[in-house]
């Protein structure tokens, strides 16, 4: 890596858009953090014009914005970040699917999801993993945050139809 002239004490590495791309992250693979995950999901959902997605998923990603003689050699990369979150998403829908029951819904259960968002999540593996929620955000891959969640809802499906197996049998 490259560094700024002597004068500069800290040796602070230039980055451009060579450097990013020697560095990409493999988004499809789930290499994100779990905060940039948020951050890309909320940034290509937003109403900003494409100039500006472009620029701001370099900067969630590696800190950097892009100059306009940057793009040209970014497009690609940013092409496998939007397919890679696009993955995600769709496996997410698929995946992570959970209809609450009739009891949940009466209580609330969606009007909290929207209150709380994803905090939830983050405060609720922060709890079970004894992290601090900046931890999960900043530093725990996606990857890992997703197999969690994943695991945690086929627990508990599984949870649920056990209580009815056992219910029902000693109502019979």
């Given at each position: 890596?490259?560094?700024?002239?002597?004068?500069?004490?800290?040796?602070?590495?230039?980055?451009?858009?060579?450097?990013?791309?020697?560095?990409?992250?493999?988004?499809?693979?789930?290499?994100?953090?779990?905060?940039?995950?948020?951050?890309?999901?909320?940034?290509?959902?937003?109403?900003?014009?494409?100039?500006?997605?472009?620029?701001?998923?370099?900067?969630?990603?590696?800190?950097?914005?892009?100059?306009?003689?940057?793009?040209?050699?970014?497009?690609?990369?940013?092409?496998?970040?939007?397919?890679?979150?696009?993955?995600?998403?769709?496996?997410?829908?698929?995946?992570?699917?959970?209809?609450?029951?009739?009891?949940?819904?009466k209580a609330?259960?969606?009007?909290?999801?929207?209150?709380?968002?994803?905090?939830?999540?983050?405060?609720?593996?922060?709890?079970?993993?004894?992290?601090?929620?900046?931890?999960?955000?900043?530093?725990?891959?996606?990857?890992?945050?997703?197999?969690?969640?994943?695991t945690d809802?086929?627990?508990?499906?599984?949870?649920?139809?056990?209580?009815?197996?056992?219910?029902?049998?000693?109502?019979?």
């Amino acid at each position: 890596m490259r560094f700024l002239h002597r004068a500069d004490k800290n040796k602070t590495p230039i980055i451009d858009a060579n450097t990013i791309i020697l560095s990409k992250i493999d988004i499809k693979k789930g290499d994100m953090t779990f905060g940039q995950r948020i951050e890309l999901g909320k940034i290509l959902a937003s109403d900003a014009d494409e100039v500006e997605k472009f620029e701001k998923v370099f900067f969630c990603l590696h800190k950097f914005t892009p100059k306009k003689n940057d793009y040209l050699l970014l497009v690609d990369y940013f092409k496998e970040i939007v397919e890679g979150l696009k993955f995600w998403i769709d496996t997410e829908a698929t995946m992570l699917v959970y209809e609450p029951s009739v009891e949940e819904k009466k209580a609330g259960v969606k009007e909290l999801m929207q209150n709380i968002g994803e905090i939830g999540t983050i405060k609720a593996l922060a709890k079970a993993y004894s992290q601090d929620p900046d931890t999960i955000t900043d530093c725990w891959k996606y990857s890992k945050v997703f197999g969690i969640l994943f695991t945690d809802l086929e627990e508990y499906k599984y949870q649920v139809n056990y209580n009815k197996v056992i219910e029902s049998k000693y109502k019979s």
